[in-house]
């Protein structure tokens, strides 16, 4: 499986993950099973969040309880989980006493000392990025947390939390998809007036300003059509991008699951694929993506049949 730098360490990870979101009411075997079949893959990166399973910290419970991993195999994965969201009265916390808060419930549902990536989940209108910073530092001199990111942040929410934390930011975990692909899309739109895509959104330049910042991307729900409507494989609404696929995989001699995995680890950008599936054939589908050389063509070919037009 091929690495990627991690936002501006020296550290290089897989450029697939595997996301617990899902495995709540999965059995201890099928928790096995899946984390088996990652780490057969070269997966070694699980990403989590407190919110994930209903009850607060119910996936990371579960993931402990189901593996019981010794401390030498906790030392040969990473495992990075998110904080800022309160389902009781929903919305969003990002104040020291929340994030230490939440890290500590993690660290005991985990059953770890320490967390390899925390990420912020969600921006936080009433953010004060001296209170983020404060965490941070507290819990990175304890040795609870080892690194910091965000999920779902504009480049200027970013620029916002950088006045005061002083903690290097290495990923922003953002939806990307064939089919929801904005991020990727308005670049290429740009200065045509006619174009939806040339529509300036999300504070712009999401992909640019990463590699600029040298920020790992991290593309949560890389199958899905939108926002949580369904995978975009075999459905009518995108039959021309599902015959690309089918094409491509025959060529490839993969499955289209590799090639939609392949499409966004090809970008130079080197996003890391979060995989939420809890089927460990799908993993070893998308597994199979990680370092196939898409050319420009068909790179371009793909985005062109999910519905973006490359002017």
């Not at 904080?83 to 419930?105: K, L, M």
């Not at 990463?210 to 729900?221: K, Y």
């Amino acid at each position: 499986m091929r690495t990627v730098p991690f936002g501006p360490t020296d550290i290089r990870v897989p450029n697939l993950a595997a996301g617990m979101m899902r495995i709540k009411d999965s059995s201890d075997d099928e928790i096995r099973a899946l984390y088996t079949a990652a780490r057969e893959a070269g997966i070694n990166f699980f990403d989590h969040a407190d919110l994930y399973g209903g009850q607060r910290h119910m996936c990371e419970r579960r993931f402990a309880s189901a593996l019981k991993l010794s401390g030498t195999e906790r030392e040969q994965i990473i495992l990075q989980t998110k904080t800022g969201i309160v389902a009781d009265e929903w919305h969003y916390d990002s104040s020291y006493e929340h994030i230490v808060a939440s890290v500590e419930e993690s660290l005991e549902a985990l059953g770890t000392d320490y967390i390899d990536v925390l990420l912020l989940h969600r921006p936080d209108a009433l953010v004060e990025p001296e209170e983020v910073a404060r965490a941070f530092d507290d819990l990175k001199t304890s040795g609870k947390v080892r690194a910091f990111g965000v999920s779902n942040h504009t480049p200027r929410q970013i620029d916002l939390l950088k006045t005061a934390v002083t903690q290097q930011i290495v990923a922003n975990q953002v939806q990307l998809s064939l089919t929801h692909s904005t991020i990727i899309a308005q670049g290429l739109s740009s200065n045509m007036a006619v174009e939806a895509d040339s529509i300036t959104r999300d504070g712009g330049g999401i992909i640019d300003y990463a590699r600029v910042n040298r920020i790992t991307l991290q593309a949560w729900s890389p199958f899905q059509k939108g926002f949580q409507d369904g995978v975009f494989f075999a459905s009518k609404e995108h039959f021309e991008l599902n015959a690309e696929l089918e094409r491509l995989a025959a060529k490839y001699k993969v499955t289209p699951t590799a090639i939609a995995t392949a499409w966004i680890t090809r970008h130079p950008a080197g996003i890391q694929v979060v995989l939420g599936t809890t089927r460990p054939g799908r993993i070893v589908d998308a597994a199979a993506g990680s370092e196939i050389p898409l050319t420009r063509g068909e790179w371009y070919g793909l985005i062109q049949a999910a519905g973006h037009r490359v002017p």
